[in-house]
């Protein structure tokens, strides 16, 4: 048979440079020769061992109390009547764990090499360091050991147990269960008691007592397995009415506690050293210590009470892996511990605990910086946690204020970039937003905060620069002063508010900050008076008065959704995490940007699963849709392309577009999610408009090739020599045949708006060449008729001329010597001849002229009668 080494089972334990806790206790090595009675393993888990490691033949426990010796001295006298061939080895050990709660052992290098003897029975071999820490056991006796080869070479001792005494294990614990919210209010009262008819039934089934005080519920787990069964109960419990009858649930907050140093009664819960209003609802809170207790199935979770984690004492809480299955389903962004823990009061400014209100780091900060979450947007989810990691090194180094305000004052790092967008989440109550309302002009939000003028040299300004420097005393004189001057100035009264804040006198700031309110002049101030005094509220624990300020900031500057948003963060203060996602989601739906705020948010602490969990299923929707929208926009570049050719402006344009969006795929940022499904839409819309906006144009256009077409074939039509028109036919038959066609189809259709694109240069240019030949040929036909009523009136003139030039020697020759004309009878053949064919001569010329002149005079309005005339037949 092959041996059996130690130290195989050492090398599968997890190696880590450094231990996040360390605990003193029992390593438990066991091993066999036959298949082990599952009964061994079982009995170890009951009295608190964790397995650590194991094989086909060995495994390795730790117990972290003397409840060892009793598992064992019960397996013992177990194995007088069940034959059981196992050896047993219980040494000193110390447990490790590390940063990803990962468990690892340490043991003296004398024992890590050794080799389990062959058990022919049940032996249990103790180290001989443990002698002292059995003395005074009942029941049980330490013999000396034989001496076997492989083992250390040590005083071993066997352990020996009196099968008359019960050995029960010395675990135990009190659990203390209390619903969130007001006691008073309606809802609490009917949620509560519908969610305990519940609880009830897990209580009828574990068959325990209980007591009810104040809302609390407070009742005993005598052993690991109750334990057990109470956490996998509650859990499911709540994952059920979650999702099938969420009327029924109701959030409550509980912690587990070890029964040393506790009684059960009814005042058991204030002796807890406990904030009850940091805990997380739903999941049980416990020692690190009872947490590893609790096995397989169980998630352990960090609970962020203070700075330095590093006891089996510290707080966690639980939940579980197959029904909840949080940790799955939950983004893997942790705050540094170093900015939700600590022990002051949550700051008025920043909403942390890891300084005083007088010592904030946002005090000396005076711009807004409106457009940090763009630059947020740009970030990587996987290089947001890398910064978050290097922030928490970064302030282990030294003084956590000072750590801050470096990475405050820093720039270029992603690391300085998240540290300001914590600090921006809480900006509208810091020192720099009421510098800001101060220089406005405006009397909207948010335009209004782009509206400024410069810092005068008021005094109420100096005012604000020694609260800055922590001189209240100063600010206290330079104030009563200002106040007395104009008594109505919201300014020093608001001024003075802050004053009171830091010095601790919240009560005092909230009266100021109203009484400001009433001497504001824009909504832009009175929305910012109530949002303090809201916040005010809220740092005084005041939820539900909070929400109803914000409300109303919000009503008065609708715009304003940093009001909207501190409604949601009440909420899980309050610990309705679950409630609030839904706010949240309609508020996501607006703005973005709010997604990272939620993410960055400390004081959210107490709603940290449930939030990462619910942002989890937003962030996995957004990217499955951009994950779908970026596959279809291959398509839309091919459909952009079917509408219009590629020197296009316009395709150039939405191709530069698209490829900008394809280079935000590459960022893992739910901003970058939500845009690229929403550019998707855009171009697409975009498109659409472009499509409608030009079709319309080309159908405009052709309408009025339509109307030029129709005047050069109006005006054509009178051209008297039709047989030279060949060419000019031509184009006007191609010209009207296309124009034809364009008008009578849709141009919505793809292929027919890039079919009408395509000819339209075409179309214009051989109107064109008809409208210049046109001009030629208007020319010729002017003329032409010109010509012809000058010709008919040269007729009918030159005719009249005619005969009177005939009538006139024969008249002349009459009676002309009665007229004493004389000449004319004595005129020759030949003369008369002559003189008749000058008159002839004259009277045309003179009939041509009169013909040009009236011809002139009246062509244009002959023409257009004449023209008239024959449209009208």
């Known amino acids: 048979m092959d041996k059996i080494s130690l130290s195989s089972l050492i090398k599968k334990l997890p190696q880590f440079k450094e231990s ?40 390795l426990w730790f117990f972290f109390t003397k409840d060892v010796f009793l598992a064992l001295a019960k397996l013992e006298v177990w194995s007088r009547l069940n034959p059981l061939k196992a050896y047993v080895q219980v040494v000193p050990a110390k447990l490790l764990v590390d940063m990803k709660l990962q468990l690892s052992m340490s043991l003296e290098s004398s024992l890590a090499n050794q080799d389990a003897p062959t058990p022919e029975e049940f032996q249990a071999w103790m180290h001989p360091k443990l002698v002292e820490t059995l003395k005074g056991t009942p029941g049980i006796e330490l013999r000396d050991a034989p001496k076997k ?89 709540v994952s059920r009415l ?21 009684n059960l009664n009814p005042e058991m819960y204030k002796k807890i050293p406990l904030d009850w209003d940091q805990l997380s609802p739903d999941f049980p809170h416990m020692s690190y210590r009872t947490a590893f207790l609790m096995g397989e199935g169980f998630r352990i979770k960090d609970v962020r009470f203070s700075v330095d984690q590093s006891s089996m004492d510290d707080w966690c809480n639980v939940s579980l892996k197959d029904e909840l299955a949080v940790v799955e389903d939950m983004l893997q962004v942790e705050l540094p ?83 300001r967008a914590i600090y921006e989440i809480n900006a509208p109550s810091q020192l720099r937003m009421l510098q800001t309302v101060w220089r406005s002009t405006g ?9 400024l003028v410069d810092a005068g040299d008021e005094p109420i300004w100096e005012a604000l620069a020694q609260l800055r420097e922590g001189e209240l005393t100063t600010v206290e004189r330079i104030l009563s002063k200002e106040i007395f001057k104009a008594p109505r100035n919201y300014q020093p009264i608001a001024l003075r508010g802050f004053s009171m804040l830091e010095k601790g006198d919240e009560p005092r700031a909230l009266s100021l900050w109203a009484e400001a309110e009433r001497n504001t002049a824009t909504p832009l101030q009175q929305s910012y008076l109530i949002f303090l005094q809201a916040r005010a509220q809220e740092m005084m624990g005041k939820l539900e008065t909070a929400m109803e300020l914000y409300k109303n900031a919000l009503k008065i500057s609708p715009s304003w959704l940093d009001a909207a948003y501190r409604q949601g963060v009440c909420q899980v203060k309050m610990g309705f995490a679950e409630q609030a996602m839904g706010f949240f989601e309609d508020l996501f739906a607006k703005d973005p940007h709010m997604f990272n705020r939620a993410l960055f ?107 030029r077409l129709k005047v050069i074939r109006r005006e054509s039509s009178w051209f008297p020599f039709p047989r030279i028109l060949v060419d000019f036919n031509r184009d006007f038959n191609y010209v009207a045949k296309h124009l034809n066609w364009a008008i009578s189809q849709h141009l919505q259709v793809a292929d027919n708006f890039r079919k009408a694109s395509d000819m339209e240069e075409k179309v214009q240019a051989k109107l064109e060449k008809l409208e210049s030949r046109l001009r030629t040929l208007k020319i010729v036909r002017d003329s032409t008729l010109f010509v012809m009523i000058m010709g008919k009136t ?34 020759s053949l030949r003369k008369k001849f002559e003189v008749q064919t000058s008159i002839i001569v004259l009277f045309s010329f003179l009939a041509l002229g009169i013909s040009a002149l009236r011809t002139a005079l009246i062509f244009e309005s002959r023409k257009d009668k004449l023209f008239r005339k024959v449209q009208q037949q």
Request: glycine share 6%; with cysteine; proline share 5%.
């Open 20 to 59: 996040r806790m360390v605990a003193a206790g029992f390593a438990v090595w066991a091993s066999w020769s036959t298949d082990l009675n599952p009964a061994v393993g079982k009995t170890l888990a009951d009295y608190g061992g964790l397995l650590i490691a194991n094989e086909r033949r060995q495994a």
């Open 601 to 707: 948010d400390p004081e959210m602490e107490r709603g940290h699963v449930q939030l990462l969990s619910s942002l989890h299923r937003l962030w996995n929707d957004a990217k499955q849709r951009a994950e779908e929208e970026l596959k279809s926009f291959d398509e839309l570049k091919k459909e952009v392309g079917r509408w219009f050719p590629e020197d296009h402006p316009f395709y150039t344009e939405l191709n530069q577009r698209i490829a900008s969006v394809q280079r935000m795929s590459e960022v893992k940022n739910y901003v970058a999610f939500v845009r690229l499904a929403q550019e998707r839409l855009a171009v697409a819309r975009d498109l659409q408009r472009k499509v409608d906006d030009e079709g319309r144009k080309l159908k405009k256009k052709y309408m009025s090739y339509m109307e």
């Open 337 to 419: 511990k170093r900015l939700v823990a600590g022990q002051h009061p949550s700051c008025f400014y920043c909403g942390q605990r890891t300084h005083p209100v007088t010592e904030c780091p946002s005090r000396p900060m005076e711009e807004l910086e409106q457009d940090i979450w763009e630059r947020v947007a740009a970030v990587d989810i996987d290089e947001m946690k890398r910064a978050l990691e290097s922030i928490d090194g970064q302030l282990k180094k030294g003084d956590i204020t000072e750590g801050i305000t470096d990475l405050l004052s820093g720039h270029g790092s992603t690391e300085s970039l998240l540290m």
């Open 443 to 451: 009397r909207e939000y948010p335009k209004g905060l782009t509206q």
């Open 794 to 827: 040269f007729m009918w003139l030159e005719l009249v001329c005619l005969v009177l030039s005939f009538a006139f020697l024969p008249l002349a020759s009459y009676w002309g010597p009665e007229l004493g004309l004389g000449w004319a009878d004595d005129m």
């Open 242 to 262: 979650r999702e099938t009858s969420p009327e029924t649930y109701w959030p409550c907050v509980q912690a587990i506690v070890n029964k040393k140093g506790f």
């Open 149 to 237: 080869t492989g083992l250390a070479r040590l005083e071993w001792k066997t352990l020996h147990a009196d099968p008359r005494l019960p050995y029960q294990s010395s675990m135990g614990w009190y659990l203390v269960l209390k619903p969130v919210g007001n006691p008073l209010d309606k809802s609490f009262q009917q949620g509560w008691r519908e969610f305990f008819s519940e609880i009830e039934q897990i209580l009828k089934r574990l068959k325990t007592k209980y007591l009810i005080k104040d809302n609390f519920l407070m009742l005993p787990l005598d052993t690991l397995r109750e334990l057990r069964m109470w956490c996998q109960e509650y859990l499911s419990l």
